[in-house]
């Protein structure tokens, strides 16, 4: 099992920036990407970007190209999402999430079911 644990969230104006964290602990040695999720009140849960274990590709939704950069540390087992220029409609929980199978991911990189291992959410929030 492999357990995800976020970080970083909190509540900022628009334009500011903010970095949030996924710790991951467990059979770590498994995961082969991980990912950004977010799910704002009254909406489903959306792709936000996910990184390979090489770090050599990454896929991000339109909605936060260019603004958000997600980066990963192997050794500490960590991804990280630092999010630029704010806005209000990106307010929401946001999800980290990791999957051990490499076929799986390439199958299905921007959608939940191709993940495995799910965190419990940190909230941010926008004003504007």
């Known amino acids: 099992q492999v357990q995800l644990v976020e970080s970083g969230g909190g509540l900022v104006q628009a334009g500011d920036s903010l970095r949030l964290s996924c710790a991951a602990s467990?059979?770590?040695?498994?995961?082969?990407?991980m990912a950004w999720f977010r799910q704002a009140p009254g909406k489903e849960r959306e792709f936000i970007a996910t990184?390979?274990?090489?770090?050599?590709?990454?896929y991000y939704a339109d909605s936060v190209k260019g603004r958000f950069a997600i980066s990963r540390d192997n050794a500490k087992i960590t991804v990280s999402l630092q999010m630029n220029n704010l806005k209000p409609e990106d307010t929401a929980v946001y999800y980290c999430?990791?999957?051990?199978?490499?076929?799986?991911?390439?199958?299905?990189?921007?959608?939940?079911?191709?993940?495995?291992?799910w965190g419990q959410g940190t909230q941010v929030t926008v004003s504007s």
């Open positions: 467990g059979r770590t040695s498994r995961l082969y990407a």
């Open positions: 999430a990791a999957v051990v199978e490499m076929t799986r991911w390439w199958t299905g990189p921007r959608v939940e079911s191709g993940y495995d291992y």
């Open positions: 990184i390979d274990y090489s770090q050599t590709t990454t």
